[in-house]
């Protein structure tokens, strides 16, 4: 996880949303939910919020950092439900759903918020103490906390997943066997999305594995 900067909410979903008394989460009209989704999606360069993941409009799911079915009745000096505040609302990847009818006996290994489920995590993308320093990657793809809190973020949300680690090795790969100089320029570059303000996938792996690496 890196810490997301959001920005404020689509003025057509916080008009629509105060214009229909009674809404819920649950019931948002699909228009309405895909301006918020593409607003979450450009706040965070089309990423998922936990493992860094390349992720659209079809592939995505919106995240609540509090757990609807608890926050429901809350409501913030505005008067809108914690269920429907733009700034309790992320994007995640599918977390490793696969449906019925492609299983074929596979089994379901879930991460992200598949994982998490109503769980609370230590901290979430949007606090200031989630940093990309809180987790170090070797070359394998393989991600290890810092400290209590991030041990109990990669256990929740069972960021070790063998198809996480395969990205992040992938991300990884990128960066072996470069030059000092080079390392620095694609480590400051990885921290900047590209004109389509999208970053590339995994990249703070790959930005910790450089500074850890090449930097320090």
């Not at 809350?74 to 992320?90: D, V």
């Not at 990657?137 to 198809?163: H, M, T, V, W």
């Not at 080079?182 to 790959?206: I, M, N, R």
Request: with cysteine; charged share 30%; proline share 4%.
């Amino acid at each position: 996880m890196w810490k997301i900067q959001k920005k404020k909410a689509p003025k057509e979903y916080v008009d629509y949303i105060y214009s229909t008394p009674g809404i819920d989460f649950r019931h948002i009209d699909k228009y309405y939910k895909d301006i918020l989704k593409k607003q979450i999606l450009e706040d965070q360069g089309c990423l998922c919020c936990y493992c860094g993941t390349r992720i659209n409009l079809e592939n995505s799911t919106l995240e609540h950092l509090n757990a609807v079915s608890i926050t429901r009745k809350s409501k913030n000096i505005s008067g809108i439900p914690e269920e429907l505040q733009y700034e309790n609302i992320l994007a995640a990847c599918d977390g490793g759903i696969i449906p019925k009818s492609k299983r074929n006996g596979n089994k379901q290994i879930l991460h992200c918020d598949k994982s998490r489920g109503n769980k609370k995590i230590p901290y979430t993308p949007l606090d200031p103490e989630c940093i990309e320093d809180n987790f170090d990657y070797d070359s394998d793809g393989n991600i290890f906390g810092r400290y209590a809190a991030d041990k109990e973020c990669i256990k929740i949300l069972n960021l070790q997943a063998e198809i996480l680690k395969t990205k992040r090795l992938n991300a990884i790969a990128e960066v072996l066997e470069l030059d000092k100089e080079t390392a620095l320029q694609l480590y400051e570059s990885l921290a900047k999305p590209d004109e389509e303000g999208k970053y590339v996938e995994c990249c703070f792996a790959a930005r910790r594995y450089i500074k850890e690496y090449y930097l320090n």
